[in-house]
């Protein structure tokens, strides 16, 4: 016989995802899901934001990785309240890890939480963690054609993040087929172009932060 | 590899829904998956396969719809569909689109025995 069910399969997921995002909003926290490869330079980023901010905004991170906790020690050692995530073989966080993760960080005290998920463009898309806005981060040496080949994260983004731009000159990344690209996934989207090596485009990225802080409702 | 944690849930759901029926046995399970999800429909049915063994309902099978993108723009009203992920209308270059379908995610139906059956 035929059972009619008609239920969204990441229904619990999205449950979670929006208890997580019920909390963000109690506690004044913009929380952020910064989603890009590995190597694109999410920690870096994440770094400038610090300099940037961190004498006005109290920024706190959570880092999603399968393993290690190299990116926690970073952060700690500049000053940055980090909590480490092990997923395992896990490709992305998971609004339960965040919602278990939430009681040990003191979201009160913080203006911003920055949720760093595992290196991947795929996985982490699929899933609200509750976050304020989904941050998509590529950069140059990854190649001009990303939007094209993983639509959904510039989709789902509020903004792409574009690091180092400083390689432009030294590799085939094509700017316009870049633009041209992402424009006929989100033509609205904004970009912010950043080198965290050379520092450029640094600011941008803290007046987008800033403002967005500033309205952490709804998206 | 996000389909093992939506192969982890749709067990979980089927199971739930089958034991809530009475069913003593399930051999086919249908979801609607849309292009927007970026789901691999092989992989998807390799976790299902894997999971589904782990409760009392192993052996059924995953048929998986996939479901194109449909778009409508909402300046000219003009409407198309396919697997081609643009989101500009090919009329008149909007880009305040609403989706119509491709992002659906769900379970659908079962196909099942009960007792006395």
């Not at chain 1, 949720?115 to 899933?127: A, H, K, M, Q």
């Not at chain 2, 192969?7 to 399930?26: C, F, I, S, Y």
């Not at chain 2, 194109?68 to 689109?97: E, H, M, N, Q, Y």
Request: charged residues 30%; glycine residues 10%.
């Amino acid at each position: 016989m035929k059972i009619a069910i008609k239920e969204d399969i990441l229904k619990e997921e999205d449950r979670i995802g929006a208890e997580n995002r019920r909390e963000f909003l109690a506690r004044g926290v913009a929380a952020f899901n910064l989603i890009g490869s590995p190597g694109s330079g999410k920690t870096s980023l994440i770094e400038a934001a610090y300099r940037e901010l961190g004498g006005e905004l109290a920024i706190g991170v959570i880092e999603g990785d399968l393993a290690s906790d190299k990116d926690t020690v970073r952060l700690r050692n500049l000053g940055l309240p980090a909590l480490q995530i092990n997923t395992g073989r896990g490709c992305h966080l998971s609004p339960l890890m965040i919602k278990k993760a939430l009681p040990e960080i003191d979201l009160a005290a913080l203006d911003i939480l920055i949720i760093e998920n595992v290196g991947n463009l795929v996985c982490p898309v699929s899933f609200d963690l509750g976050e304020t806005a989904k941050i998509g981060l590529i950069s140059v040496a990854e190649g001009d054609d990303k939007p094209t080949k993983y639509p959904l994260l510039f989709r789902e983004a509020e903004v792409v993040v574009l690091n180092k731009i400083d390689l432009v000159p030294h590799s085939d990344f094509d700017r316009e087929a870049f633009y041209s690209g992402l424009r006929a996934i989100n033509p609205a989207i904004g970009v912010i172009e950043i080198s965290c090596r050379t520092g450029e485009g640094v600011e941008e990225w803290g007046s987008w932060l800033r403002e967005r802080v500033s309205s952490p409702a709804g998206r | 590899m996000h389909e093992w944690t939506i192969a982890d849930n749709l067990v979980r759901l089927v199971g739930e829904a089958a034991r809530k029926e009475g069913l003593t046995e399930v051999s086919e399970v249908y979801v609607k998956v849309g292009v927007l999800r970026q789901v691999i429909p092989e992989t998807l049915k390799t976790a299902f396969s894997h999971l589904i063994g782990e409760i009392e309902f192993a052996g059924a099978e995953l048929k998986i719809e996939k479901i194109p993108l449909a778009v409508k723009c909402r300046d000219c009203g003009s409407k198309k569909a396919g697997d081609d992920l643009a989101f500009t209308c090919g009329r008149c270059g909007g880009i305040d689109l609403e989706i119509l379908a491709g992002d659906e995610l769900y379970l659908d139906y079962l196909e099942g025995k009960g007792n006395g059956e």
